[in-house]
């Protein structure tokens, strides 16, 4: 994972119901307990603040930070927790607040804690962003009667985006013999997104996501232009009409998909995944899932750690089987986005790139010998 560099990557691409997002410093990452890095030059700037007296932590603890024994004075460190949260974490009745923001601003927090909520792809000419819902003030933003839409903007002076770094590699692939172009890639995800917005149901944009997946993942070379190929599988998913003709995609249930998430979340916060899975409450308005399937079509790392289309839609029918079993859009977040080690669930879930049928028949007549009769 890297910090996207300037020049080409200026371009930052994210969802229309994300763009009016800002913290609002509601404290749900600051109280989670996990470790938040602070690198070298904040964590100097922070340590001359405590002693010149200007900065106070929230929490009463002797030691602010976590560091290494052998580490030298000016290496990175961990920001200590309690059992209430971050040291600089205040809660009181009227509202939560980070003690070293208020003080020393913006600039003086952490990377992880500029970066939250923030989920990022960076490509080659642009950085793709998304949100997660574990945040509060997202989970409301999905609540906003938005069309979901692809929006582009410029990069803003000092913006910290880090994510997943695919400038220097391949594009997604279309299934794990053959990989897409770039533009194909972003051609597809707009579609997706334009099916999720048009469906009548979340279900419905599944079935529907499932459809084009199946028209495109067979595609050779030999065939034409795949960005066309693309055009022609999503032209009739877009409309109001309910597709027909195609099979109906089987999904897993969500027993299979709660295992499934638990086992790639490293162990010591297994039982944190755990639990939040097994919170069940009302399912969520059908507006708020597709827009919370639209946030996990966009910017989706599987497509970039997985082996193909396929892949790409198993992650976001984990996310519709969640909602669907009245798991919060929060705790779908919480473990998808935070607990859950990306990389494991993309092997996980590479089971579903079974080649097409198409694609058998091509390879059969492939190795056939030439004296094999016809
Ligand atoms: S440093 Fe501030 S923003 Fe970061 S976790 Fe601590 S309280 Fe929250």
């Not at 004075?73 to 920001?79: G, Q, W």
Request: hydrophobic share 40%; glycine share 6%; with cysteine.
């Amino acid at each position: 994972m890297t910090d996207a560099p300037g020049g080409p990557t200026d371009l930052v691409c994210t969802l229309s119901f994300f763009s009016g997002y800002a913290c609002r410093e509601r404290g749900a990452c600051c109280t989670a307990g996990w470790p938040i890095p602070i690198e070298r030059e904040p964590l100097a700037r922070v340590r001359r603040a405590l002693t010149d007296g200007l900065l106070h932590p929230a929490s009463r603890t002797s030691d602010l930070f976590v560091v290494s024994p052998d580490a030298p004075d000016d290496a990175p460190a961990l920001v200590a927790c309690t059992s209430t949260g971050c040291v600089f974490h205040r809660a009181d009745a009227a509202r939560a607040r980070c003690e070293l923001q208020r003080t020393l601003g913006v600039a003086a927090l952490p990377h992880a804690c500029r970066q939250f909520p923030r989920v990022v792809v960076a490509a080659p000419n642009r950085l793709s962003v998304t949100l997660s819902a574990f945040c509060p003030t997202v989970t409301e933003l999905l609540h906003d009667d938005v069309e979901p839409a692809i929006v582009a903007r410029s990069r803003a002076e000092g913006e910290v985006l880090t994510g997943l770094d695919t400038t220097g590699g391949l594009p997604p692939a279309l299934r794990p013999d053959m990989l897409m172009s770039w533009e194909a890639w972003w051609r597809w995800e707009a579609a997706a997104i334009r099916v999720i917005r048009d469906a009548g149901t979340s279900a419905e944009a599944i079935a529907r996501l499932s459809i084009a997946v199946e028209r495109v993942r067979g595609w050779h070379p030999a065939d034409g232009n795949l960005e066309e190929r693309i055009d022609t599988a999503f032209a009739p998913l877009t409309s109001c009409l309910p597709p027909t003709g195609d099979a109906p995609p089987t999904l897993p249930d969500i027993d299979t998909v709660v295992d499934g998430l638990v086992g790639c979340v490293p162990g010591p916060f297994q039982q944190t995944a755990h639990e939040a899975l097994m919170r069940r409450g009302r399912p969520v308005r059908d507006d708020v899932r597709r827009r919370l399937l639209a946030a996990h079509a966009f910017a989706n790392w599987t497509a970039h750690l997985g082996e193909g289309l396929r892949t790409w839609l198993r992650s976001i029918a984990s996310v519709h089987v969640l909602l669907e079993g009245g798991i919060a859009p929060r705790d779908v977040d919480l473990v998808l986005r935070h607990l859950a080690d990306p990389a494991a669930l993309a092997r996980r879930w590479r089971g579903v790139e079974a080649p097409p049928p198409a694609l058998r028949q091509r390879a059969r007549r492939a190795v056939k010998a030439p004296s094999d009769p016809e």
